[in-house]
């Protein structure tokens, strides 16, 4: 039986057993807080850019155009070009754009602003913006209908029936039980093979009326490979599974939209030099395809693509049928360092904080800072707008009350290094 004593001494020692490990315990916890403050820390997010006179980075962290497109600078005599361009096909004749510009500067910005514009301005005209031609007519026409969404086609397809039987709110009568379906489809059907010849998709186009098959008609119509169960389901005889069933198709859906009053089909096709890495007689046949799409439609038809300028020179050399039919040619140069200093200004007032009194529109750059910007990118935009984001950022960082080019070169040596070398 252990005494008093030793007890008192048990528990000592446990005591201080436990003193010394709570104590290599906050050891330990503090390490590695310190540590991890000092090596990462990804709760800290929020900079204050206040010193600037700003709301956030002004500057996109990834140079990728957003859909939105919040803001839109410069560029006026191009974009000029492009309204005419617009303004001749609503008149009627159809015209047609390339929009030419080497990387980054500002092609997928210029068809995305265009889209929102022209869909906040003009009603009747539809805009699909496709990112990439694809390999072949088939899969532009595939993209196209993806873009085109579900849901448009949808309401296409009751405004077209609404049009066919002269009643209105069809789908809600139907829904109510009262007007009935079939009959309406039926009533459709006859109208609209008057109007295209293509059997197979004004089947599935009426189909997108009815729940339990419009998905799988959705999916026919965009191209896509369906078993011969469900074409059956469908009542369709074939897939829209080559370029002339795409032609066809596309053919038809315009059709469909000029009948019910739309005065312009815009096509916005970004990316078109991806066509390069075809194989030549790939190529061939996909320009071929774009030239009979533009020999289709004389009138209400509008195709802009975005291309960069080694390509199309070599396709304006090699495919003169296609080149010759895009009659204008809008080139997006690098910019000068006049429009640069323009550019830089529109990004930092559209993110200046209201009661900010900045010394200058380019505030916290100086213009000297401005002049190394534009050598450093060399007129590109999307390398001036990379400079600019981390410009900002490790000038808040390490408390720089304004950027001038040596405190550029010094926040961040890794990108003026090359134009110093
Ligand atoms: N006119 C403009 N106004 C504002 N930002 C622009 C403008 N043009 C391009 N940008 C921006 O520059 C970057 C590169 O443009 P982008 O359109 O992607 O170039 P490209 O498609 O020619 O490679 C993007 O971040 C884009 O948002
Ligand atoms: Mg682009």
């Known amino acids: 039986m252990p005494s008093k004593c030793t007890f008192g001494i048990l528990w000592m020692e446990k005591y201080l057993y436990m003193i010394t490990s709570l104590d290599v315990y906050r050891c330990i916890r503090e390490y590695e807080n310190v540590s991890s403050e000092k090596l990462l820390d990804f709760k800290k997010t929020s900079k204050n850019y206040k010193a600037y006179g700003l709301k956030r980075n002004p500057f996109p962290y990834v140079g990728v155009p957003e859909d939105a497109i919040p803001l839109y600078a410069d560029r006026k005599k191009e974009l000029k070009m492009i309204e005419e361009v617009i303004k001749s096909s609503l008149q009627n004749v159809s015209c047609h754009a390339a929009l030419i510009g080497s990387y980054g500067n500002g092609k997928t910005h210029t068809l995305k602003y265009l889209k929102r514009q022209i869909e906040n301005q003009l009603e009747d005209v539809v805009v699909v913006y496709i990112s990439n031609p694809g390999d072949r007519v088939l899969s532009l026409y595939s993209n196209f209908m993806h873009e085109f969404g579900f849901q448009r086609l949808e309401e296409l397809v009751w405004k077209f029936l609404e049009f066919a039987t002269g009643e209105k709110s069809l789908r809600k009568k139907v829904n109510e039980g009262e007007v009935l379906l079939p009959e309406i489809l039926e009533i459709g059907k006859r109208r ?20 339990e098959c419009k998905f799988l008609a959705w999916k026919y119509l965009c191209g896509e490979s369906i078993i011969s169960d469900y074409r059956r389901e469908l009542d369709v005889v074939s897939a829209i599974d080559n370029d002339e069933k795409a032609l066809r198709a596309f053919m038809s859906l315009k059709r469909i939209l000029a009948l019910l009053g739309n005065k312009l089909l815009c096509l916005l096709i970004d990316e078109f030099e991806s ?5 030549p007689i790939l190529k061939q046949k ?29 396709i304006v050399k090699e495919y003169h049928a296609f080149s010759d039919r895009i009659f204008r040619q809008i080139t997006l140069k690098a910019l000068s360092e006049k429009d640069m200093r323009d550019f830089i200004a529109a990004y930092l007032k559209n993110s200046r904080l209201d009661d900010a009194d900045p010394p200058n529109e380019i505030f916290p750059f100086t213009d000297d800072a401005i002049t190394e910007i534009h050598r450093a990118a060399e007129g590109n935009i999307r390398r001036m707008l990379m400079i600019c984001n981390q410009a900002i950022d490790a000038g808040i960082e390490h408390d720089i009350p304004e950027i001038t080019s040596a405190k550029l070169r010094e926040l961040l040596p890794d990108l003026f290094e090359t134009v110093e070398s």
Request: glycine content about 6%; hydrophobic content about 50%; proline content about 4%.
């Open 275 to 279: 066509i390069e890495y075809l194989h």
């Open 192 to 211: 609209l093979l008057n109007e295209i010849k293509y059997t197979d998709f004004a089947t599935a186009f009426l189909k997108l009326t009815m729940e």
């Open 286 to 314: 996909i320009l071929n395809g774009i030239r009979h799409l533009i020999d289709l439609n004389p009138q209400g038809f509008c195709l802009i693509i975005g291309c960069a300028p080694e390509v199309w020179v070599d």
